[in-house]
C-alpha cells in the first residue's frame, strides 16, 4: 500500500485488549486464571519470568509516536485507556497499534494491528477493534485491540500560517504552563556588552535601543537577593568572575561567584544549586568528545558551607529497561540554566519583595564569557587569561596561546507571573532530587514576597505574555500526576510508566505552523526527524532522534512552494558541535546533521521540480556558519608555548581564525505585520552584534503585538584552518 503523508493532529485513544495470548510463554495461551496463578508463583518463588507487564504504542509506519503505561496482572485483558495527542509529519501507510511486553532487557513482541491511513483522511472519529496480527500480518487467533482516532489535516487548521492574529492569543495548546500576561522580560545577547560597542538602532519610539548586560545584572541579583537564591546549571564553575569590564566596575564586582554565594548563604540567604552531576567521569564510561563540568569541583567547594550544592545525576524514571536506564544515567544531561531570587520592587521605600528569574542558554561557568567582539586573541591577556577555552584542539591551553572558541548565547531575565513557573520548575526539580527539605516556605513570607502577579499594564508597550517550556520527565521532576487522564489535563504525556513534559516540541510545532514568511533559527545543533532520513549505511528506525522539526520546516517551506509563496528558513549553527572534530562523537553528529538537511532539501528539490520552478533550493533553506578572524596586534599576549607542528591547533593559530561556537537555542518567526519592524530590530542587533559573518530549556514569548520569540545545527561557509592572506 502506497505511503501517504500525514501533515497535522493525531487524536488516539487505545482503550483495551482482548484474547491476548503470549509465544514467549509456554503457558502463553493457557485460560487467563491459569496464567495469572502461574505468574503469581513465579513472583512468589522468584523463578521464572514473573507478572507480564503489558504496554501498547501508536507508530506511524516505524516511527513511535505514542506509548501507553505498562499494565500488569492482565495478560489476557489489559486495559490502558489513555489517549494521546500527537502531531504528526510522516509518510504512513497505516496507523499500527503494537502491543509489547516489557523485559528487563527490551521488550518483546505480542502482535500489531493496522489501520490504514487513507481510512483517517476525511476527519472522521474512528472509533473500532482492529485484529492483532503477527509479524506475517496473519490475525493471531481472537486477540483484538480497542482504539479510537481522529486526524485533523494542518491545511485545514484555521491557524495554518496565518501568524498570531489577536492580542487574546491564549498561547500554545496542551502544556504544563500556561501563558502568563502582564511580564516583563530583559533580552540578552552574549555574557556581557561592552559601552563602545553598542550599534545605534533606532526603536518605534524615537529612542534607540539600550543594550542590558546578563552577567552583571546577575551579579546585581545575587548581591541584593534577601531570602532565596535558587541556581540550576549543566555546569556551575566557583571561580568565574561575573563582572570583568574595567570600564564598569561594581562595588565588591572582584569577587568570585563561589565567594559571593557564600557570603549570601552566610549571610541567612537560603541558597540552593542542582548542579548536572556527570556519570561519565567512571572510568568505564568515559568517552571523547565530553566536557569537563566542574562538577566535583564545585560540590567539593561549598562542603560544609552554608551553601547547599547537590549533584543532581540525569536519573532514568521507574519504566525503562535496563540497558535505556545505563543510556538515560550516562548519556543524558540535565540542561536548565536557571537563576531565581527575591528581589526589591522598584519604587523605593518599600520593604515587600518579588520572584525575578533567569533563564536561557548561557551556564555560570568558564568559557562562557564573551562580548559581541568574540576575539580569539585579543583578550587573552585580560579578561580570558584566567578562563581560557578551547576543548576543540588537543591539548588546547592558555600557555599555547590562541584562538579562545568565542562564545555566542542569549539568555533572559524575567518579571511578574512567568517569573514564579520558572520557580515552580526549580522546587518541583528540588523535591525530586535535592534531599533535604530546604526550599524556603514562601507562605510564611506572603506579608514580605508578593505572590504572583502582573508588573505591566496591557497597554504598555513593553508588557510581554510569556510561556515557559522544557523537556523534562517524572525522573527528574516531583509532583507529576500519577494517572494517564490527570496528566493529560496537565499537558504531559505518558507513556510505559513515565510522565513527560515534552512542551519545547510542542511550541517549536505551533511556531512553525503559524509562521507566515520567514524563519530564523540558531541553534548548537541541527538534527531529527530521523524516521525519514534516507537509508544510506543506517536503518532509520533505529535511530531515536525522532523529533519532527526538521521535518515541520521542510513541510512549510514545500507548503509555500505549492502555493507559490515565498518563504525562508534561516538556520545558524556551529561549524562542528564543540570537541576535537576528528573524534567519534563529533563526527557521528556532523553526519546526523547532514542527514537531516539531505533529508530537507530533497523534500524542497522534489516540491520545486514537482512545480516547475526554477530555483536554488538554498533560496528556501540555507545554513549559516559564524567565524572570526583577528590581524595581529602589537602589545598583544605571548604564549609561553606553541602548538604542535602540522597540527589544527598551530594553522588555526597562524590563520588567526576560528569559528564562533553557536550555542544559543533561538527562533524568530514572522508572525504577524504589526511586529515586523519589532523582528527586524532584533535581527538588526542579532546581524550587526555579529558582523564580521557572512549574514539548553526553551521558552517562547508573546508580545502584546504579538510575536514569537524562542530560547533553549553543518555547512562551512569559512575555511578555519586555511592560510589566506588578511
Known sequence: MAQILLHGTLHATIFEAESLSNPHRATGGAPKFIRKL?????????????????????DLEKARVGRTRMVSNEPVNPRWYESFHIYCAHMAADVVFTVKIDNPIGASLIGRAYLPVEDI????????????CDEKREPIGDSKIHVKLQYFDVGKDRNWARGVRSTKYPGVPYTFFSQR????????????????FVPRIPLADGKNYEPHRCWEDIFDAISKAQHLIYITGWSVYTEITLVRDTSRPKPGGDVTLGELLKRKASEGVRVLMLVWDDRTSVGLLKKDGLMATHDEE???????????????????????????????????????KIVVVDHELPNEGSQQRRIVSFVGGIDLCDGRYDTQYHSLFRTLDTVHHDDFHQPNFEGGSIKKGGPREPWHDIHSRLEGPIAWDVLYNFEQRWRKQGG???LVRLRDLSDIIIPPSPVMFPEDRDTWNVQLFRSIDGGAAFGFPETPDEAARAGLVSGKDQIIDRSIQDAYINAIRRAKNFIYIENQYFLGSSYDWKPEGIKPEDIDCLH?????????IVSKIEAGERFTVYVVVPMWPEGVPESASVQAILDWQRRTMDMMYTDITQALEANGIQANPKDYLTFFCLGNREVKQEGEYQPEEHPEPGTDYIRAQEARRFMIYVHAKMMIGYLCPLVLHYISFLISLIFNAIKFTNIEYIFYMFTPRPCFLSYEACISVLPVFGSEPL
Not at 44 to 51: H, M, Q, S
Not at 121 to 132: F, N
Not at 181 to 196: F, R, S
Not at 311 to 336: A, E, K, W, Y
Open 298 to 336: 564545585t560540590a567539593n567547594y561549598f562542603h560544609g558551607t552554608d551553601v547547599n550544592c547537590v549533584l543532581c545525576p540525569r536519573n532514568p524514571d521507574d519504566s525503562g529497561s535496563f540497558v535505556q536506564d545505563l543510556q538515560i544515567s550516562t548519556m543524558f544531561t540535565h540542561h536548565q
Open 38 to 58: 502461574v505468574e503469581g508463583i513465579e513472583d512468589t518463588v522468584g523463578i521464572g519470568k514473573g507478572t507480564t507487564k503489558i504496554y501498547a504504542t501508536v
Open 548 to 556: 519532527l522539526i526538521p521535518k515541520e520546516l521542510s513541510l512549510k
Open 121 to 132: 483522511l476525511g476527519g472522521d472519529e474512528i472509533d473500532k477493534w482492529l485484529e492483532i
Open 181 to 196: 500576561q502582564g511580564c516583563k522580560v530583559t533580552l540578552y545577547q552574549d555574557a556581557h556588552v561592552p559601552d563602545n
Open 436 to 438: 533535604k527539605d530546604l
